[in-house]
């Protein structure tokens, strides 16, 4: 498969397709110069053409800023009640509505990512072309789907499953656990047929899935069917065999330097095993990032809860990524978020600035979530002592010798995480190891892409004892966090009244 970058030329190739493929999809060869979608996959480069447009739609409706909407209730960010943020604070007070306005954002958005692969999925089948070569490709439209469902349904709960572009208007949900079943199909058949560069060299520039992130994507969805509201735990031995072959097979290993992962000059490094990838370009061809905005200087929608601010584990990874001092922190009274403050390019090379849009990419697997899964599925395998290890790198590699500065972390020795640091290294004195794993899991991935937090709070029943003890500085809660049907987001009012088979 071609080794590729997003770049303008070829997110002007596939506009071209999308639209033929939404306004001509009924058409036949030489209707008035158009053709249909089947006929446009007669090759391999018509293939990938269709995998960069998806990619192309995924990177610029299937995620950003919205999705925070779903994921305030977790004990990490919030944000304030003025102006437009009251769609983010309907999540952070458990009082969602059907009529906000990101939630609803992320139900069209998605959809149509999710549309996009069916119809490459259903149409891309170019006669006489060898069924692994179809597949190389088909393999990309199924990781978005699974990708795009998953996130659909822990957000929204039971939704409607279309797996063909002939859309039914009067569909029925679809239960959650089902929806599951099929994200979970979608990564098997990614893992299959993917074929990567990147499987064997992360520095290959491939923004496409390789089989080690399809494998990752999948361990994650069989770890999230271990939890509420599915308690499917016979899954945690396979995700322990998955991430345990991604870690023996040497690819990926973690970065010496925490902030590598999120500032300039970082783009395909060891530790980023997929990415969402972005670039700025005039409209309409445009795929910039709009997930730093939430914590720009003139925006502001997210700040970090003072609870989880005072819980974090002191060392180079906390001062990177937070600070309580400064105008701003005292202005919203506070904590801020540092960690995503560089936004884009300048015309200086490698020099970054801190704006509300960005085609700095955003990392959306890495290798540190690889080894907190495994080591929590060790501890649900009667294995917990083979997953210490796992979870000190990530303690060792946060706390960084008691560096305080990257410029004192770029003096560390190459690997120094895998030297035991009885400083941070967890023991059985400390207590629950499950426990210590999400508390890693809490600081480690804060605001990256996923809502890691939120994820791991409903799957272990954790929502209300999260926010038990809010304090004081923060918004007063409106709805009960101990209700889980306020754990889903509602499903858009006006999707509802076209089709009511969608209400509660």
């Not at 939404?22 to 293939?47: N, P, R, V, W």
């Not at 002191?314 to 990177?320: A, L, P, V």
């Not at 294995?383 to 003096?411: F, H, I, K, P, W």
């Amino acid at each position: 498969m071609k080794k590729i970058r997003f770049t303008k030329y070829s997110l002007i190739l596939f506009l071209g397709a999308v639209v033929m493929f939404t306004a001509c999809e009924d058409l036949d060869e030489g209707t008035k110069g158009s053709i249909s979608s089947t006929s446009f996959y007669a090759d391999e480069q018509s293939m990938n053409t269709g995998i960069l447009g998806i990619y192309s739609i995924l990177h610029r409706r299937g995620w950003g800023v919205d999705v925070l909407a779903a994921y305030t209730g977790a004990d990490d960010l919030t944000t304030h009640s003025g102006g437009n943020k009251w769609v983010f604070l309907e999540g952070d007070q458990f009082n969602l509505s059907d009529g906000n306005q990101r939630t609803n954002g992320i139900w069209e958005g998605y959809y149509h990512v999710i549309n996009s692969c069916n119809s490459f999925i259903e149409n891309a089948n170019p006669v006489d072309m060898d069924e692994a070569i179809i597949n190389k490709y088909k393999a990309n439209a199924h990781f978005v789907r699974g990708l795009m469902y998953f996130r659909l349904t822990t957000i929204f709960g039971d939704i409607p499953m279309p797996l063909i572009v002939e859309l039914d208007p009067d569909m029925k949900k679809t239960p959650t656990a089902d929806i599951m079943t099929q994200v979970v199909s979608d990564f098997r058949f990614a893992v299959q047929w993917a074929e990567n560069g990147r499987d064997e060299d992360p520095s290959v520039a491939d923004g496409m899935v390789s089989k080690t992130a399809a494998n990752a994507f999948l361990a994650k969805a069989l770890m999230q069917l271990t939890g509420y509201p599915y308690n499917q735990t016979e899954h945690w031995a396979e995700v322990k065999t998955i991430t345990g072959k991604i870690m023996t097979d040497g690819v990926y290993t973690l970065m010496n330097d925490y902030s590598a992962n999120f500032e300039y000059n970082r783009q395909n490094n060891s530790e980023i095993i997929w990415a969402h990838q972005f670039y700025r370009n005039s409209w309409p061809i445009k795929t910039e990032s709009r997930w730093y905005g939430a914590f720009w200087r003139e925006w502001m929608d997210m700040f970090l809860e003072w609870n989880y601010y005072n819980n974090y584990p002191e060392g180079f990874r906390k001062n990177y990524c937070t600070t309580s001092e400064g105008d701003l922190s005292a202005e919203y009274n506070h904590p801020l978020l540092t960690k995503l403050l560089y936004g884009t390019e300048t015309e200086k090379e490698d020099e970054f600035v801190h704006t509300w849009q960005s085609h700095n990419d955003m990392p959306g697997m890495r290798y540190a979530e690889v080894l907190l899964m495994y080591a929590e599925a060790c501890a649900n395998t009667g294995a917990a002592s083979d997953g210490y290890e796992a979870l000190n790198m990530v303690r060792r590699r946060a706390y960084a010798q008691n560096s305080a500065t990257q410029e004192d972390v770029a003096l560390l020795p190459a690997d120094f995480w895998k030297t035991a640091d009885p400083m941070v290294d967890y023991t059985t004195a400390e207590g629950d190891f499950v426990e210590a794993i999400l508390t890693e899991r809490l600081y480690e991935f804060t605001a990256e892409v996923g809502g890691n937090r939120w994820l791991d709070l409903v799957r272990h029943e954790k929502v209300a004892e999260a926010n038990a003890n809010r304090d004081s500085r923060e918004l007063p809660l409106i709805g009960d966090p101990a209700d889980k049907a306020l754990w889903y987001a509602k499903i858009p009012g006006n999707e509802v009244m076209l089709n009511p088979n969608l209400a509660d």
